[in-house]
C-alpha cells in the first residue's frame, strides 16, 4: 500500500514537471556580434543600449557592479563620463563634523541604485523586488536572447487565462505571468546617432549593453585565447620539428 502511495506521488510529480516544462516558450534565436572566438562588441550599440538603460531600465533596477568610469570600455570618452557623473547626486561620508552629505558624482563613483533599500524597491512596485541586472544576461538560460525576448514578448493573454492583480503575460517569462510592466514602447528614447528607436531596436541594444556589463573583459579574454592557441601551435610544430629530426638519427 506505502509503495503504492510513493508510485502515485513520483506519477503525479512527473506529470507536473513534464506541464510547466511543455508551458515553457523557447525565446526567439538571434546572433548577436559577441558571439563566436571572433565575435566583438558593437560600441555603437552598447552606447545607445547605455542610454535604454538610463533611460528606462535605472528607474526601478540597480547595477551594483557598474561605475561610471567603467564606460570609458564601451566608447565613451572621459570627459563625456565625467559630465554624466555630474548629473547624479550621491551621499559620501563624513563632513568636518562627522555628518553624511550630498555631492555630485564622480567617475569613481557607482551608478547610482534607484531605491535606497529593498523595503522601498518593494514598495514602489507592488510588493516585486527588481532583479539586479549586472549579470542578468549571464545567469538567465538562453542569455541575450532570453532577455531580448522578455523585453519584446509582452502580449495580450490567450481567452480564458487569466494572472495575478497587476501582472502581465509574456510567454518567454517562466509561468507566463511577470510584475514587469512592458518597458519599451516606440521612440521612448531618442537616439543621438538616429538610430529609429523600435522596441526591437532598443530591446537588441539594451541587451548588448547588459551582455557587456556581465563580461566586459570577454573581448581580452578571447584575445589571450587566440594569442595562446597561437603560441600552443608554434610550440607544437617546433617539438614535431624536433621530434622528427631525432627519430631520422636512429632509422
Known sequence: MRRAVVLVVLMAFVWAVQGEAAEVTEPVEREWPQEGVFGTYDRAALQRGFLVFKEVCAVCHAVKYLRFRDLAGIGFPDEEIKALARQYTVTDCCDDAGEPFERPAIPADPFPKPFP????????????????????????????????????????????????????????????????????????????????????????????????????????????????????????????????RIWSRLR
Open 117 to 244: 533599500n529593498e523595503q522601498a524597491a518593494r514598495a514602489a512596485n507592488n510588493g516585486a523586488l527588481p532583479t539586479d541586472l549586472s549579470l542578468i544576461v549571464k545567469s538567465r538560460e538562453g542569455h541575450e536572447n532570453y532577455v531580448y525576448s522578455i523585453l519584446t514578448g509582452y502580449l495580450d493573454p490567450p481567452a480564458g487565462e487569466e494572472g495575478p492583480e497587476g501582472a502581465y503575460y509574456n510567454p518567454y517569462f517562466p509561468g507566463h505571468w511577470i510584475a514587469m510592466p512592458p518597458p519599451l514602447s516606440e521612440g521612448i528614447v531618442e537616439y543621438p546617432d538616429g538610430t529609429p528607436a523600435t522596441v526591437e531596436q532598443m530591446a537588441s541594444d539594451v541587451t548588448q549593453f547588459l551582455a557587456w556589463l556581465a563580461e566586459p573583459t570577454m573581448e581580452e579574454r578571447k584575445r589571450l585565447g587566440l594569442r595562446f592557441f597561437l603560441f600552443m601551435l608554434v610550440v607544437t610544430g617546433i617539438f614535431y620539428a624536433y621530434k622528427r
